[in-house]
């Protein structure tokens, strides 16, 4: 089992900035992937972010390419989600995840495995 926790949310206004993290605990060794996923009031969850624990490769939404980055820090067993330029729209629950399968990143939810609690990012106009 993998454990993970994410923190570093809160209200914020448009144009503003928010590191979230996401520590991981457990049995990390077996991880691949890890990604960041968000879910609106009344809408499904979507995926934001992924990256393989390798650094190597990396996928985005495309609504937030060239705002957010992910990244991950390997002796910490922590993955992070830098927001720039946050928008009313970026307003959500955004969740870690991880992923114990060698394959190739495509952000779908159902090929995460493990996720953690949330932590809630407003952004207001």
């Known amino acids: 089992q993998v454990q993970l926790v994410e923190s570093g949310g809160g209200v914020v206004q448009t144009g503003d900035s928010l590191r979230l993290s996401c520590a991981a605990s457990g049995r990390t060794l077996g991880v691949y992937a890890m990604g960041w996923f968000r879910q609106a009031p009344g809408k499904e969850r979507e995926f934001v972010a992924e990256?393989?624990?390798?650094?190597?490769?990396?996928n985005y939404l495309d609504s937030v390419k060239g705002r957010f980055t992910i990244s991950r820090d390997l002796p910490k067993n922590m993955v992070y989600l830098q927001m720039n330029s946050l928008e009313p729209e970026d307003t959500a629950i955004y969740y870690c995840a991880a992923d114990g399968e060698l394959r190739r990143l495509r952000g779908r939810l159902d090929e995460y495995e493990y996720w953690g609690q949330g932590t809630q990012v407003t952004v207001s106009s």
């Open positions: 990256i393989t624990l390798s650094g190597e490769y990396t």
